[in-house]
């Protein structure tokens, strides 16, 4: 069984500088994807970066970056430069190895930026 | 482009109501399908999730019940809503292992 863990239920980061956002999971299959989501008040889910469990490099996406720990199973979410709009609650999900596509999510994490 | 459609936005229904969710895909053929409940606050928990038409699996056991009667069309339904079937839910797509698409979502409040 797939399992996600966000240990941060809220966090509080000023205008402009970077935030980290905590991610383990834990799996016994040798191939999974990771994936972070945003959700605004709204209630959308906007995907923001993605990565897969072979890939050799972390993956960047504009002022997303993740931060791949595989040995350590924790896949941190990195926002560099943070702006009011940033502020949303914050998921992160596992996809399941080769044909199943279920997405697994973790209880997320509220992001308020400070002006 | 692909897109997809989820309604209502909202509802208000009291218990004992009948329940349907209707989501539609346009612009992808074959799409795996899934329904997602989000409690206030909280994570989303896959409810449903379909890979192709009359082929549905259920995640969790509950009081819901999915239908997928086309290719792109996905619903949800309950016979008698109960006030822990409110919630944000969220019907979802994906055409590969890497990319998940999410309606607007409807915020059900059942009373």
């Known amino acids: 069984a797939q399992k996600i863990t966000q240990t941060q239920p809220g966090m509080f980061v000023q205008e402009k500088e970077a935030v980290t956002l905590d991610c383990t999971y834990d799996t016994s299959d040798p191939s999974y994807g990771l994936f972070w989501y945003k959700q605004p008040s709204s209630g959308e889910m906007i995907f923001l970066i993605y990565q897969g469990s072979y890939d050799q490099q972390n993956a960047t996406e504009g002022r997303y970056s993740l931060n791949f720990q595989k040995a350590r199973k924790s896949a941190n979410l990195v926002i560099s430069a943070s702006q009011l709009g940033d502020s949303a609650m914050y998921f992160c999900?596992?996809?399941?190895?080769?044909?199943?596509?279920?997405?697994?999510f973790g209880a997320g994490t509220t992001v308020t930026v400070r002006a | 482009s692909q897109t997809i459609h989820q309604w209502p936005a909202t509802l208000v229904q009291p218990v004992g109501s009948p329940l349907s969710l209707e989501c539609t895909v346009e612009?992808?053929?074959?799409?795996?399908l899934y329904w997602y409940r989000q409690a206030a606050g909280r994570g989303l928990q896959l409810l449903f999730y379909s890979v192709g038409i009359g082929q549905i699996s259920s995640e969790v056991p509950q009081n819901l019940s999915a239908s997928r009667p086309q290719d792109r069309q996905f619903i949800l339904s309950s016979k008698k809503l109960l006030l822990s079937d409110s919630g944000f839910y969220l019907c979802a797509w994906s055409g590969d292992r890497y990319g998940y698409t999410f309606g607007s979502g409807t915020r059900l409040t059942v009373v």
């Open positions: 999900a596992m996809r399941g190895p080769y044909n199943d596509y279920k997405l697994s």
């Open positions: 612009g992808t053929s074959n799409p795996n």
